[in-house]
């Protein structure tokens, strides 16, 4: 990790390309450092100016003294290189680059960046940029940016921390926490990444004891590896790293390699990977911000059930609608909840999760603490979210007072959060910051409390858990590995195959045949015919000796005409299995992300509907079968309609086979299981076919 300090905290400062004209980027950065009472030296180049502000300026970097902290280069891309140099040999520590044209721009703009990022290395320099606003270290007083930054108060304020490679968007994320009454650290734009990258202000804020949590807004991902093990010890922390990332639709991908330089990876691998890490992984802004808020203020979301306290029965409905849809669960109230439920409120309530308590708060204000103390006693619930219809003025004045007053009596240990029904209600500002000071998240819309308290959930949720069983070495040749060689190889690691074996000739391929037994299946081997089918190189059902003959000259005869420069190795013979259930099972060593599984059924299901899920390779058994089950057609697994249940522990076992060989053998760049027949519970499962890559 490069040493940040002398960019996010710089005891000097110097604007390459100040101004006096208003709006201008150099202007700009003045302005906030004069606003924010920046007490460090500020230096100023400009070579047509004496003087800017009262401030001297100096015609050259030459001209500086050696050993100036951060430099901020207001100055356009032509002029960018030459700058960072003479910065490197003045002995200035790190550099700020506004400029865009760089990677994003084409063959010159990559080299003109990789010579930025060689200068950087040679002389031990920290490089923000190119491309990127800037970054504003609120808790230091430092805005190193030409977007005018609000001088905050962090005292007594939860805050967090933000990291975004697109800079309009730090700005646009830090606006939205600003509004919630949320505190921020530090906000910084990586923009291209020359010569430093998100990772590098993750690892920071980590170590940031005022940093409660970290919000992120990332195109790619330059460092996989670092920021997965940067994801793991923020999580051993207790802080949330809360990520957008951009880039399920083909259309993203491409916007992202134009934007920022980077070229857009598999979303779904990425997905993947960074919540078994312990990143919460959200799909929207609003969600971005919504998440943070909950994930600093008030208590931390536990695994379990939510209660929901309300004032309408067809909000009632609305919520169970949306709580199946978004998978948050609604525990009934039973036992003595639901006897301390009954005492506590009117005859004409009927007890339920959610609950309407009807208009009678408005002459009972204290049915909200009432109510509220079974269901923080009650441990099936984690949540309680307060569903209210606030109308008015005079309206709110009835029911605030009484539930911040109830949550100051009753202290909860579980987050409690406010959800307006009616967005736009003139609630006064000062019962939405005495929530707020107390620990309660206010959100003006319900489904966006639901969907943030579901984020949280799903963390809460997770097993992360690692497999403890050994890793497998594979010796492998390098390239494509044919099905009969690959066989060979994953047949002792564990992987479940049918009986049979390679034959080079006709008569082999009969003694193979006595062995196994008719009927048998011989399929053609060459290296490059991964697709058997297609040039007719599978025959089914061959009965006896004499077919098996005939089939041979056939399958020979069938290849010579799809291509006659095929030159195949011989067949593998293998004895007829009974239909079951198929699945397509595949693994792949990602050279940025590492090991990771796809499991789904197979035939035309998995492009159909794909239906397919993303495996870390070291899942436990148990969070192996519970991601099967997590399939669109996963009901299939258990038993649907009359059909037997499926034999999902022999599935698991098989992936989790398939990634110690993964974690054993990085060479392997994929292997491809398809189809894999799962059978009946307890008559395990069969791969038909298999394929590695190797390097």
Same mark, same amino acid.
């Given at each position: 990790?490069?040493?940040?300090?002398?960019?996010?905290t710089?005891?000097s400062?110097?604007?390459?390309?100040?101004?006096?004209?208003?709006?201008?980027?150099?202007?700009?950065?003045l302005?906030?450092?004069?606003?924010?009472?920046?007490?460090?030296?500020?230096?100023?180049?400009n070579?047509?100016?004496?003087?800017?502000?009262?401030?001297?300026?100096?015609?050259?970097?030459?001209?500086?003294?050696h050993?100036?902290?951060a430099?901020?280069?207001?100055?356009?891309g032509?002029?960018?290189?030459?700058?960072?140099?003479?910065?490197?040999?003045?002995?200035?520590g790190?550099?700020?680059?506004?400029?865009a044209g760089?990677?994003?721009?084409?063959?010159?703009?990559?080299?003109?960046?990789?010579?930025?990022?060689?200068? !950087?290395?040679?002389?031990?320099?920290?490089?923000?940029?190119p491309?990127?606003?800037?970054?504003?270290?609120?808790?230091?007083?430092?805005?190193?940016t030409?977007?005018e930054?609000?001088?905050l108060?962090?005292k007594?304020k939860?805050?967090?921390?933000?990291?975004?490679?697109?800079?309009a968007?730090?700005v646009?994320?830090?606006?939205?926490?600003?509004?919630?009454?949320?505190?921020?650290?530090?906000?910084?734009?990586?923009?291209?990444?020359?010569?430093?990258?998100?990772?590098?202000?993750?690892?920071?804020?980590?170590?940031?004891p005022?940093?409660?949590?970290?919000?992120?807004?990332v195109?790619q991902?330059?460092?996989p590896?670092?920021?997965?093990?940067?994801?793991?010890r923020?999580?051993?922390?207790g802080?949330?790293?809360?990520?957008?990332?951009?880039?399920?639709?083909?259309?993203a991908?491409?916007? !992202?390699?134009t934007h920022?330089?980077?070229?857009?990876?598999?979303?779904?691998?990425?997905?993947?990977?960074v919540?078994?890490?312990?990143?919460?992984?959200v799909d929207?802004l609003?969600?971005?911000?919504?998440?943070?808020e909950?994930?600093?203020?008030?208590?931390?979301?536990?695994?379990?059930?939510t209660?929901?306290l309300?004032?309408?029965?067809?909000?009632?409905?609305?919520t169970?609608?949306?709580?199946?849809?978004?998978g948050?669960d609604?525990p009934?109230m039973?036992?003595?909840?639901?006897?301390a439920m009954?005492?506590?409120?009117?005859?004409?309530?009927p007890v339920?999760?959610?609950m309407?308590?009807?208009?009678q708060?408005?002459?009972d204000?204290?049915?909200?603490?009432?109510?509220?103390?079974?269901?923080?006693?009650?441990?099936?619930?984690s949540?309680?979210?307060?569903?209210?219809?606030q109308?008015?003025?005079?309206?709110?004045?009835?029911?605030?007072p009484?539930?911040i007053?109830a949550?100051k !009596?009753?202290?909860?240990e579980?987050?409690?959060?406010?959800?307006?029904?009616?967005?736009?209600?003139?609630?006064?500002?000062?019962?939405i910051?005495?929530?707020?000071?107390?620990?309660?998240?206010?959100?003006?819309?319900?489904?966006r409390?639901?969907?943030?308290l579901?984020?949280?959930?799903?963390?809460?949720?997770?097993?992360?858990?690692r497999?403890?069983?050994?890793?497998?070495?594979?010796d492998?040749p390098?390239?494509v590995i +044919?099905?009969?060689?690959?066989?060979?190889?994953?047949?002792?690691?564990?992987?479940?195959?049918?009986?049979?074996?390679?034959?080079k000739n006709a008569e082999e391929?009969?003694?193979?045949?006595?062995?196994?037994?008719? +009927?048998?299946?011989?399929k053609?081997?060459?290296a490059a015919?991964?697709?058997k089918?297609?040039?007719?190189?599978v025959i089914?059902?061959?009965?006896?000796?004499?077919?098996?003959?005939?089939?041979?000259?056939?399958?020979?005869?069938?290849?010579?005409?799809?291509?006659?420069?095929?030159?195949?190795?011989?067949a593998?013979?293998?004895?007829?299995?009974?239909?079951?259930?198929e699945?397509?099972?595949?693994?792949?060593?990602?050279?940025?992300?590492?090991?990771?599984?796809?499991?789904?059924?197979?035939?035309?299901?998995?492009?159909?509907?794909?239906?397919?899920r993303?495996? +870390?390779a070291?899942?436990?058994?148990?969070?192996?079968?519970?991601?099967l089950?997590?399939?669109?057609?996963?009901?299939?697994?258990?038993?649907?309609?009359?059909?037997p249940?499926?034999?999902?522990?022999?599935?698991?076992?098989?992936?989790?086979d398939?990634?110690?060989?993964?974690a054993?053998?990085?060479?392997?760049?994929e292997?491809?299981?398809?189809?894999?027949?799962v059978?009946?519970?307890?008559?395990g499962?069969?791969?038909?076919?298999?394929?590695?890559?190797?390097d």
């Open positions: 990790m490069p040493d940040l300090s002398r960019l996010l710089p005891r400062v110097v604007i390459v390309g100040a101004s006096s004209t208003p709006g201008a980027l150099g202007n700009s950065v302005r906030n450092l004069e606003r924010h009472g920046y007490a460090g030296e500020i230096h100023l180049i070579p047509k100016r004496d003087q800017i502000g009262g401030r001297p300026c100096l015609k050259t970097i030459d001209e500086l003294p050993g100036i902290d430099a901020v280069l207001a100055v356009p032509p002029a960018v290189l030459p700058a960072v140099q003479a910065l490197a040999e003045r002995g200035v790190a550099a700020i680059i506004f400029a760089f990677a994003e721009g084409g063959e010159e703009g990559v080299a003109a960046q990789a010579e930025v990022a060689r200068i !950087a290395a040679e002389h031990g320099m920290v490089v923000e940029g491309n990127c606003l800037g970054l504003v270290n609120y808790a230091a007083g430092v805005p190193l030409f977007v930054a609000p001088v108060d962090l007594d939860p805050a967090a921390g933000i990291v975004s490679q697109s800079g968007m730090a646009v994320l830090g606006t939205m926490l600003m509004g919630k009454g949320l505190g921020i650290t530090l906000s910084v734009s990586t923009g291209n990444e020359a010569a430093s990258g998100v990772e590098d202000y993750v690892e920071h804020l980590i170590g940031d005022a940093t409660l949590a970290i919000g992120m807004i195109e991902f330059r460092k590896a670092r920021f997965l093990a940067l994801a793991e923020a999580r051993a922390a802080k949330h790293i809360v990520l957008l990332h951009p880039g399920t639709s083909n259309a991908r491409e916007s !992202a390699a920022t330089g980077a070229m857009a990876g598999d979303w779904q691998l990425m997905k993947a990977k919540e078994r890490a312990g990143v919460v992984l929207s609003e969600a971005l911000g919504d998440v943070l909950l994930a600093v203020r008030g208590k931390p979301v536990r695994k379990g059930g209660a929901v309300t004032e309408s029965g067809a909000f009632k409905a609305l169970l609608d949306l709580a199946e849809r978004i948050l609604l009934a039973a036992g003595e909840t639901a006897a009954r005492t506590a409120i009117p005859d004409f309530i339920s999760n959610p309407d308590l009807t208009a708060a408005l002459v204000p204290d049915l909200y603490r009432r109510t509220m103390i079974p269901l923080l006693a009650d441990g099936n619930f949540a309680l979210v307060f569903g209210i219809i109308t008015d003025e005079a309206t709110s004045a009835r029911k605030f009484a539930i007053d949550v !009596a009753l202290q909860p579980k987050p409690v959060i406010f959800a307006g029904l009616d967005e736009g209600a003139p609630v006064p500002a000062e019962y910051d005495a929530l707020r000071t107390i620990g309660i998240t206010y959100f003006p819309s319900p489904d409390a639901f969907r943030a579901r984020h949280l959930g799903r963390f809460a949720e997770r097993d992360f858990e497999a403890g069983a050994a890793s497998v070495t594979v492998l390098s390239g +044919p099905e009969y060689r690959a066989k060979q190889l994953l047949a002792p690691a564990g992987i479940p195959f049918p009986a049979g074996g390679f034959a391929a009969r003694a193979v045949a006595a062995r196994t037994g008719y +009927p048998v299946a011989i053609a081997q060459a015919l991964s697709h089918s297609d040039a007719g190189g089914l059902n061959i009965a006896d000796d004499a077919a098996l003959d005939a089939a041979w000259v056939r399958l020979h005869g069938n290849i010579a005409a799809y291509d006659a420069g095929i030159i195949v190795e011989g593998q013979v293998e004895a007829m299995g009974r239909r079951g259930v699945l397509i099972i595949g693994a792949r060593n990602d050279p940025d992300w590492g090991p990771v599984i796809l499991a789904g059924f197979g035939g035309v299901t998995a492009e159909l509907l794909h239906d397919v993303l495996l +870390p070291d899942l436990t058994h148990a969070a192996i079968v519970a991601e089950r997590k399939l669109k057609q996963g009901a299939l697994l258990d038993g649907y309609r009359g059909s249940a499926l034999d999902v522990d022999a599935v698991a076992r098989l992936i989790s398939l990634g110690r060989v993964l054993g053998t990085p060479s392997i760049r292997i491809d299981l398809n189809p894999v027949v059978y009946p519970r307890g008559e499962v069969v791969a038909l076919d298999a394929l590695i890559l190797a």
